[in-house]
């Protein structure tokens, strides 16, 4: 016996962009993941590199 919305939900079954779209968007979160981890392991050792770049500039520029 056929259901009424079998027809629909076979098209659903063959259809696969959306596992495409969601892979997609795993893998965009993983990147991001490894980004934020990065920036948090670095950033504190970049932040204080700037700092005394920019101490060492103030100390050697004056305006007159």
Not at 4 to 20: I, L, M, R
Not at 28 to 49: D, E, N, P, Q, R
């Amino acid at each position: 016996m056929d259901w009424p919305f079998s027809k629909h939900f076979k098209t659903f079954d063959d259809d696969t962009s959306g596992a495409t779209a969601t892979e997609y968007i795993i893998l965009l979160i993983l990147i991001a993941c490894v980004i934020i981890a990065i920036v948090k392991m670095y950033g504190s050792t970049a932040s204080k590199k700037y700092k005394t770049a920019n101490d060492t500039v103030r100390k050697e520029v004056t305006i007159d």
